[in-house]
């Protein structure tokens, strides 16, 4: 692990008026015709070792702000940094030392049936990360059994195809190939959605251990507001855009002071019993 490099008192990622804009086109010539804010002067800071949930109902902009901090979509305005060092054109930089966001932070996604190449081995997909860091192919291959063995998949799975696993267990590949590279921050976007209920908890648990054994910090989209409850320390409430609740989980989840968060909780379906 490389955590010692990093001061513990700077934030593992700091983001300052980030804003995402969308070309709208038109015509023949489908010339830009306007711009879509997508994401709107959002601002937040993830301490080291901390989760922080995104909520907010679909298409509020959520994965678009996930996915401009590692270059997926084009940031428009804004200051990133992480672990204090500021991110240009997709490189952290201190004075001793450069960083591709990509050696830092690592994204997982909603589903896990996709964002595995169905033609490759599980060998092939987590050592691909590595080996194009040069590293050698047993070094690789020895990591990549670390790393089954770390979210409980048998070594007998390097030789498999992921069509030969469950949604779970695709799942649980995804979050091997993602730490491969030993990342720092992990951007988690609805990592759970597209899995049966009984496997969610398992996968929650396991990114939690992952975060106190790891050193992990963790950015986390969740429309499920009980899981957001559970794993979070902090909280970021975004609407149309724009950031309208952010503060420590205890406190915008049992006292919303925006109108907005205080319906996006009361919609919260409750069990009772009895
Ligand atoms: N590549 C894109 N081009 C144009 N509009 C986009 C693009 N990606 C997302 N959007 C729009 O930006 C808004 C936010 O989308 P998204 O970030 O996916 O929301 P969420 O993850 O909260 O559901 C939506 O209105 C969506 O249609
Ligand atoms: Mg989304």
Do not use: W
Request: with cysteine; glycine share 6%.
């Amino acid at each position: 692990m490389n955590t010692e490099i990093f001061d513990s008192a700077v934030p593992a990622v700091e983001v300052r008026g980030l804003t995402v804009k969308f070309p709208i086109r038109g015509g023949v010539f489908s010339k830009v015709k306007d711009f879509f804010t997508a994401v709107d002067d959002v601002s937040f800071t993830l301490s080291q070792g901390k989760i922080m949930s995104i909520v907010g109902e679909s298409g509020c902009g959520k994965s678009t702000l996930v996915k401009s901090l590692v270059g997926l979509v084009p940031m428009t305005k804004g200051e990133f940094s992480l672990f204090g060092m500021p991110v240009k054109n997709g490189r952290a930089e201190s004075t001793q030392k450069t960083f591709r966001v990509s050696d830092l932070v690592q994204m997982i996604f909603q589903d896990p049936f996709s964002s595995l190449n169905p033609r490759q081995t599980v060998s092939e997909i987590l050592t691909a990360p590595v080996i194009a860091r040069g590293f050698s192919f047993d070094e690789s291959r020895s990591r990549a059994l670390e790393l089954l063995d770390r979210v409980s998949l048998p070594s007998g799975a390097m030789d498999k195809f992921p069509h030969e696993f469950s949604g779970g267990q695709r799942q649980r590949l995804c979050i091997a190939r993602s730490l491969m590279v030993r990342p720092k921050v992990l951007l988690c976007d609805e990592v759970t959605s597209a899995l049966d209920v009984s496997v969610q908890a398992q996968i929650l648990h396991l990114l939690d251990d992952l975060r106190h054994d790891l050193g992990l910090s963790i950015l986390f989209i969740s429309h499920d507001m009980q899981v957001v409850r559970a794993l979070s320390d902090d909280v970021l409430v975004m609407y149309f855009g724009h950031a309208v609740e952010y503060g420590p989980a205890d406190e915008v989840l049992t006292n919303p002071q925006n109108d907005y968060t205080k319906k996006l909780l009361a919609s919260v379906p409750t069990i009772r019993r009895g």
